[in-house]
């Protein structure tokens, strides 16, 4: 079992940058592919970044490739999002979440990842 908490999220101007964090609880965190999912209002949840248990293997959205960092630090149990040249279609509740099984072609799916945090909002104005 694992618990995601996520913070770091806020308003920010076009072309600011945030970092989002990921806290989880368990002791198997670092054996799980951790991954960045978003949802803007009337739209579905929709895949954004992921990172493998080893932090070897990251995968990227084409529309935040290039402006979207994804990271791990396993020994604080952390998963962060870096966000740079931030766009007003950029503007979401960000949610982690945590898959305990292998890096797989699937990872870019939602219903892939069994343990969810609370989301947290990022507004970006233009």
């Known amino acids: 079992q694992v618990q995601l908490v996520e913070s770091g999220g806020g308003l920010v101007q076009a072309g600011g940058s945030l970092r989002l964090s990921c806290a989880a609880s368990g002791r198997t965190f670092s054996r799980h592919v951790m991954a960045w999912f978003r949802q803007a209002p009337g739209k579905e949840r929709a895949f954004v970044a992921a990172i493998s248990w080893s932090g070897s293997s990251t995968d990227y959205a084409d529309s935040v490739k290039g402006r979207f960092t994804i990271s791990r630090d396993n020994a604080k149990n952390t998963v962060y999002l870096r966000m740079n040249s931030l766009k007003a279609e950029d503007t979401a509740v960000y949610f982690c979440?945590?898959?305990?099984?292998?890096?797989?072609?699937?990872?870019?799916?939602?219903?892939?990842?069994?343990?969810w945090g609370q989301g947290t909002q990022v507004t970006v104005s233009s």
């Open positions: 979440a945590a898959d305990p099984y292998d890096w797989t072609d699937s990872r870019r799916l939602a219903n892939e990842y069994p343990y």
